[in-house]
């Protein structure tokens, strides 16, 4: 059994409570957030389900009235028809203003809902660990989460509103045959089944079909992306990817759409076949009802309200039950929204905004990290401290565990062993924001965010208000000044040909703009730099590396290993394991790994 399909239905012990429970969540979050809206849609919804057995009688009262008019000749037996007629025509024109109006005001509901749900989300996301975020199983929730943000909640509580609606109507029909022919109430409850029980069969169906095919539909989603984005053009068009991309994209159309016509096939035909069912007891009952007023058993008035409650009757079981039905289906789709807004984080906040020993620095003591379902460890009892003021530079190859150093430096990841400390407090323990503001990063791979240049530098504060002077030293630290010179519009100009205004960059200028934002927060005691200068040209390398930086610790992942020369400590992972430290002479002389890699490279530049 998959994922999907394991999540895929609510115990059926417990379903309908959780249907009620899930409803009552959705209901209580509309009216929190528009309570006055909610309410206007009640009371319109009472008068809706009210007028339709209130017409019915009022017509029957009319046809009984111009009878008695005919027969009797009386003046005021004519008036009291013509009267009974603009009830009629009154109880008519509100039912038809209280229809559009629900149409109104529910599709208000509709917006506003939408927006409330998709900010849930967004804050459930926002609050999940970088571990979390990388974890199939949430991504799998965020994406079903997002699909249905604007229509299943919105569609749950309609039908909780159809649900009251039909069903007082119904209640208000059922009184009216009551009064005249209660065991039609039989054949109005008979009539209204068979639909209801198609469209509950086909209700799971559909849940699993299309639950059960979001992988396809990300990838066929990923494929349309390889064709049509400005990141993937190049090697598309290079490498002539695009006939293979499409006949996999036409091939995964073909399998989604040939299983969503068999689908729609199979509720269609039995839709009908019951939908006659349902049409051949009305047609029993009107035939009775003609039949036995023939015979004086009712009058007039009596069989047309009669044919009129059987018809309406039918279809408000029908709507009643098929509200039912639609609600469970809404339901399990909420349900995966709930779920994912019930996902806990992985760990609780930390609160401190100091260490008890501010001179002990950053620090790992025997740290280990593993990724789920992998064999070895991305680092294994990996130690070392970085003291105020002090470089420290890492090397190892692709693989060895640089980049998962850097997210346990950042407390991005727990280790599963050993601990990271800051001024000899675990990271666990420390605010967030205080560790952020202790923390200067440049991240491999950086985001190239497709904004201002401006909101490219100020996103290393979270684009907080920052003053003019502190953005332009971070343009010059970052060595990112000739990019926004050249650029125009300067700081103001949008990136990325995405936008009909927008300049595209080189991977160097993008580069130099992640270095400034790194570089904005001028608190950051701790600067962490994966592989900075990795598409800075040999100048641009050597300001950016020769910069004084007084009193501020620095851990440099570079592949250059010419890079790390002034290094007070140079750290030497291989596979995740620490395999040398020492300074750059100290790690010539030993002859190890260190000392292979740089005569690998300096012998390039002979």
Same mark, same amino acid.
Request: aromatic content about 8%.
């Given at each position: 059994?998959?994922?999907?399909e ?9 379903g ?7 409803a009552a969540?959705?209901l ?5 957030a ?7 849609i ?15 009688y009022?017509s ?7 009878v008695?008019?005919i027969?009797?000749?009386a003046?005021?037996d ?10 009629e ?24 809902l ?7 989300i ?19 929730k ?9 229509s299943?909640p919105?569609? /749950? ?12 109507t ?6 009216l @045959? ?10 109005v409850v ?6 209801f ?8 169906d559909a ?8 992988p ?7 494929l ?20 293979e991309l499409?006949?996999r ?19 269609a ?28 058993a009712?009058?007039?008035g009596?069989?047309t ?11 408000a ?16 789709y909420?349900t ?16 401190a905004?100091?260490?008890p020993?501010?001179?002990d620095?950053?620090?790992f003591?025997h740290v ?14 990996v ?13 190892g ?13 950042t407390? /991005? ?19 967030a924001?205080? /560790?952020?503001?202790r ?11 497709k ?21 332009e030293r ?12 050249? @650029? ?8 990325s040909?995405r936008?009909?205004?927008?300049q ?15 570089? /904005? ?8 730099l ?12 050597a300001?950016f ?14 592949h ?5 020369r002034?290094?007070d400590l ?10 040398a430290?020492g300074?750059?002479a ?9 000392a ?7 012998e390039a530049?002979?």
């Amino acid at each position: 059994m998959s994922e999907t399909e394991d999540m895929a239905e609510p115990d059926p012990q417990g379903g309908r409570l959780d249907g009620v429970r899930q409803a009552a969540r959705t209901l209580s979050m509309a009216a929190s957030a528009r309570p006055l809206l909610v309410i206007v849609i009640t009371l319109v919804t009472l008068v809706a389900a009210l007028l339709p057995a209130a017409a019915l009688y009022v017509s029957k009262l009319v046809i009984d009235g111009v009878v008695t008019a005919i027969d009797t000749g009386a003046q005021a037996d004519r008036d009291m028809a013509l009267i009974w007629v603009g009830v009629e025509s009154g109880l008519l024109a509100l039912l038809l203003a209280a229809r559009r109006g629900l149409v109104f005001f529910k599709g208000q509901l509709h917006a506003e809902l939408g927006f409330i749900v998709s900010q849930r989300i967004l804050d459930k996301a926002d609050s999940f660990s970088l571990f979390q975020i990388e974890d199939p199983a949430i991504q799998e929730k965020l994406v079903m989460a997002r699909q249905f943000s604007a229509s299943r909640p919105y569609s /749950l509580i309609n039908r909780v509103f159809d649900l009251a609606q039909h069903g007082l109507t119904l209640v208000f029909l059922l009184a009216l @045959l009551v009064t005249s022919a209660p065991w039609l109430i039989l054949l109005v409850v008979a009539g209204g089944l068979p639909v209801f029980i198609g469209n509950l069969r086909f209700s799971g169906d559909a849940y699993r079909f299309y639950t059960g095919r979001t992988p396809q539909m990300r990838e066929r989603n990923y494929l349309e992306g390889l064709l049509t984005q400005e990141g993937a053009a190049r090697e598309r068009l290079h490498f002539a990817q695009g006939a293979e991309l499409k006949h996999r994209f036409r091939g995964l159309f073909d399998t989604l759409h040939g299983d969503d016509t068999a689908l729609k096939g199979r509720q269609a035909l039995f839709g009908t076949l019951l939908g006659l069912t349902g049409s051949a007891v009305f047609l029993g009952g009107k035939i009775w009802i003609v039949a036995v007023t023939i015979g004086g058993a009712f009058t007039l008035g009596q069989m047309t309200m009669l044919v009129g409650l059987l018809k309406q009757g039918q279809a408000a079981v029908n709507n009643v039950l098929s509200a039912f039905s639609g609600s469970y289906e809404d339901v399990l789709y909420v349900t995966n929204l709930y779920d994912l807004l019930d996902t806990p984080p992985d760990r609780s906040p930390g609160t401190a905004i100091s260490g008890p020993d501010p001179q002990d620095g950053l620090r790992f003591d025997h740290v280990s990290y593993r990724y789920p379902g992998q064999k070895r460890p991305a680092l294994n009892a990996v130690s070392f401290q970085l003291k105020p003021g002090m470089r420290m530079g890492i090397v190892g190859a692709n693989g060895s565990g640089k980049t998962t150093l850097v997210k346990l430096a950042t407390g /991005l990841y727990t280790p599963d062993s050993g601990r990271v400390t800051l001024d000899g407090l675990d990271l666990v323990e420390w605010d967030a924001a205080a /560790l952020r503001q202790r923390l200067g990063v440049l991240f491999q791979p950086h985001v190239n965010y497709k904004l201002s240049v401006r909101d490219n530098i100020l996103a290393g504060m979270g684009w907080r208000d920052v003053p003019d002077d502190q953005v332009e030293r971070a343009i010059d630290a970052g060595l990112a000044r000739s990019v926004v010179e050249d @650029l125009p519009g300067g700081l103001d100009a949008r990136l990325s040909k995405r936008f009909p205004d927008g300049q595209e960059l080189s991977g160097g200028q993008w580069q130099r703009l992640a270095m400034a934002r790194a570089l /904005l927060n001028e608190d950051a005691d701790i600067l962490i730099l994966d592989e900075p200068t990795a598409a800075l040209d040999p100048a641009a390398e050597a300001a950016f590396l020769n910069e004084e930086r007084p009193g501020q610790s620095l851990i440099l992942i570079s592949h250059r290993l010419s890079n790390l020369r002034n290094a007070d400590l140079i750290l030497v992972l291989d596979k995740g394991q620490t395999v040398a430290t020492g300074d750059h002479a100290t790690l010539m002389a030993e002859g190890g790994l260190y000392a292979e890699l740089f005569a690998l490279q300096a012998e390039a530049y002979r």
